[in-house]
């Protein structure tokens, strides 16, 4: 039994609950993030933020990171989405191309997919040999770790679906003429390995999760549970975060006081 396999998804909220959950993380996510910028409080750079959003295909990515963004200056923070790499990507190192995207002090980004492609999809179709994945979980640590001693928040998830959810979602897609887009034929082909998948995440779990760059496991079966968990998990993250690197925590505003 993995870790998986302990999320409880049958979590939900409504929508009403939803609503007042994520106005509430909204407020502090934005203080905290104006805090880290330097633009409110003592108006000095905050550590970094890095948010690593991975999930099985339809499990809300996209979803949770716009509600997770939704109140925020598009100057504050920048979402970036990692696909297959290039031609010219592949003639270097795998980490290579993710370096030029991450945030410095005082900065906030978010991404859609990773670094993490090597020890799933990489791994699962064959993109890399057996040597080069085993290889990839302890630069992956090195690489965090690099991070995180610079003063990196780094924060990880992965959106977890049950397989009957995500045929649904498969086939919803299918059905709207405006999200029929989003429904491909390698969605498919992953699916069909699923079990293949399966393992590589649990392993992905057990061999990088670390202290100073934890996996936060999301039951997705409910979107409106997994937006919310993904803001407040941010939102406690960045508190620690801004705790360990000896800055003084905002007290929490008045509400609607956030602009």
């Given at each position: 039994m993995g870790r998986l396999d302990d999320l409880d998804l049958s979590a939900s909220l409504n929508r009403k609950e939803e609503a007042r959950d994520l106005d509430r993380a909204w407020e502090r996510l934005t203080q905290l993030r104006l805090t880290l910028g330097?633009?409110?409080?003592?108006?000095?750079?905050?550590?970094?933020?890095?948010?690593?959003?991975?999930?099985?295909?339809?499990?809300?990515?996209?979803?949770?990171?716009?509600?997770l963004v939704a109140q925020m200056?598009?100057?504050?923070?920048?979402?970036?989405?990692?696909?297959?790499?290039?031609?010219?990507?592949?003639?270097?190192?795998?980490?290579?191309?993710?370096?030029?995207?991450?945030?410095?002090?005082?900065?906030?980004?978010?991404?859609?997919?990773?670094?993490?492609?090597?020890?799933?999809?990489?791994?699962?179709?064959?993109?890399?040999?057996?040597?080069?994945?085993?290889?990839?979980?302890?630069?992956?640590?090195?690489?965090?770790?690099?991070?995180?001693?610079?003063?990196?928040?780094?924060?990880?998830?992965?959106?977890?679906?049950s397989e009957r959810e995500q045929l649904k979602r498969f086939e919803r897609r299918g059905d709207d003429p405006l999200k029929v887009w989003k429904l491909t034929e390698e969605d498919w082909h992953n699916r069909a390995k699923r079990a293949d998948y399966a393992q590589a995440i649990e392993d992905m779990v057990a061999r990088t999760d670390q202290p100073y760059a934890p996996w936060h496991l999301i039951a997705g079966n409910s979107k409106r549970y997994a937006r919310v968990k993904v803001i407040q998990t941010v939102i406690e993250r960045i508190e620690r975060g801004m705790t360990q690197w000896g800055m003084e925590l905002p007290p929490p505003l008045e509400s609607g006081k956030v602009a």
């Open positions: 330097g633009l409110i409080g003592a108006r000095t750079l905050g550590p970094p933020v890095c948010i690593v959003f991975e999930g099985w295909d339809a499990s809300g990515k996209g979803g949770a990171i716009k509600r200056d598009p100057r504050h923070v920048r979402v970036v989405q990692f696909s297959a790499p290039s031609s010219n990507e592949r003639r270097h190192h795998f980490l290579w191309r993710f370096f030029p995207q991450l945030p410095g002090w005082g900065g906030m980004a978010v991404f859609d997919r990773s670094w993490y492609g090597r020890v799933l999809v990489e791994r699962v179709d064959d993109l890399a040999t057996r040597e080069q994945w085993l290889r990839a979980y302890d630069e992956i640590n090195s690489f965090e770790r690099t991070l995180a001693d610079e003063g990196m928040i780094l924060i990880k998830f992965w959106l977890h679906i």
